[in-house]
């Protein structure tokens, strides 16, 4: 049975009504629904901070000297006076390398310490090389900058990535500077510094002032016992068989060109020419600053074929002018004996080496 309403205008069936109450529910519910997939959220916001640079050595930038342990200075530094030596690192910086501001790096042996040597007036070609000497290590972007004495000289930035970037940084060692690898307090040292080594200090801002440190990375200096001879030859003068030089010595200056006092070691050769060999024993030598005649035995040192250590504790040197810190004259006197034939005799067997002395003055 269907229910009718009786309106003034028309019936309504109860069945339409209930079609015509879902229908407009639906529609509602539709346009609800079109209202929510239509609206936005506004405005989405977040803030980057500032990273904190990171110091490191991957292989690609291994440190102090391409990452080896331990490091000679070579005796021709003594020559120039210096040896350059690079310590590669990386400063990684998440909001790009372009962010990186400064590097800089303090070499020092690890006695000494970082509190001893980042000030120019510590600067110490012993034991201590801060940034901020004229031989600085430091870098900065602005080549105009004299924040750091003489910024980008010496330090390089030389690859980058996206968030990173590499710097190549020079620290010019002198070869006096002391040895870590033994003890050398009986051989011109103040102290034993067996048990330390060479620190390299590395430090890194970025253009927010946000900073990082690093002293991790580190090298032995070696001992180097080493000197250096002038003039490079001896000419004794003519000699009748049968007779030795007396007093006219010839002079040979013997100079420290190594990082810690020396003893030297002589030998020599016999001389050949023309006739016999004039036997190596025949040259006599000696360091006294007024040298008696050749015949005087108590004051004079017979040269051998075998290497003989004579005393000469020639100091270690702390300045660059050895010549007048570590340096001693050798006198050189000869014998020739009868008979001999006349003719030239030479011989390129007189050979001094240095020796590290077992008990220092």
Not at 152 to 164: D, E, I, K, L
Not at 311 to 317: A, T
């Amino acid at each position: 049975m269907i229910l009718t309403i009786k309106t003034g205008l028309k019936k309504i069936s109860l069945i339409s009504m209930a079609l015509l109450i879902v229908l407009i529910m639906s529609e509602g519910l539709n346009l609800l629904a079109d209202k929510v997939l239509a609206d936005s959220i506004g405005t989405v916001q977040v803030e980057v901070t500032n990273s904190t640079p990171d110091i490191s050595f991957p292989a690609a930038v291994p440190g102090i000297y391409y990452g080896a342990s331990s490091l000679t200075i070579p005796e021709w530094a003594s020559t120039l006076g210096t040896l350059r030596v690079s310590t590669t690192f990386r400063v990684t910086d998440n909001n790009g390398w372009a962010e990186i501001s400064t590097t800089t790096i303090y070499v020092y042996r690890s006695g000494v310490g970082l509190a001893s040597c980042d000030t120019e007036a510590e600067n110490n070609i012993n034991n201590c090389y801060p940034s901020t000497s004229t031989k600085d290590s430091a870098w900065h972007p602005d080549p105009s900058t004299t924040m750091f004495g003489s910024p980008g000289a010496v330090c390089n930035r030389w690859a980058t990535g996206t968030t990173y970037a590499d710097f190549w940084c020079t620290t010019t060692f002198y070869y006096v500077a002391e040895a870590t690898d033994a003890d050398n307090s009986a051989r011109g040292y103040s102290g034993n510094f067996s048990a330390e080594n060479w620190v390299v200090y590395a430090s890194t801002s970025d253009i927010n002032w946000a900073q990082d440190e690093d002293g991790t990375e580190t090298i032995e200096l070696a001992t180097n016992a080493a000197l250096v001879l002038g003039p490079a030859s001896i000419t004794y003068p003519n000699l009748g068989a049968g007779v030795n030089s007396g007093s006219s010595w010839q002079t040979t200056t013997v100079t420290t060109s190594g990082n810690v006092g020396i003893d030297v070691q002589f030998s020599g050769a016999n001389m050949t020419g023309p006739g016999d060999n004039i036997d190596v024993t025949q040259q006599l030598f000696t360091t006294t600053s007024a040298p008696k005649s050749y015949g005087d035995a108590t004051a004079n040192n017979t040269l051998t074929g075998s290497a003989v250590t004579h005393d000469m504790f020639l100091s270690k040197p702390t300045t660059t002018l050895p010549l007048f810190t570590a340096a001693d004259d050798v006198y050189w006197g000869i014998a020739i004996p009868a008979p001999q034939a006349i003719g030239i005799y030479t011989s390129t067997g007189n050979t001094l080496t240095a020796t590290t002395p077992l008990v220092y003055p």
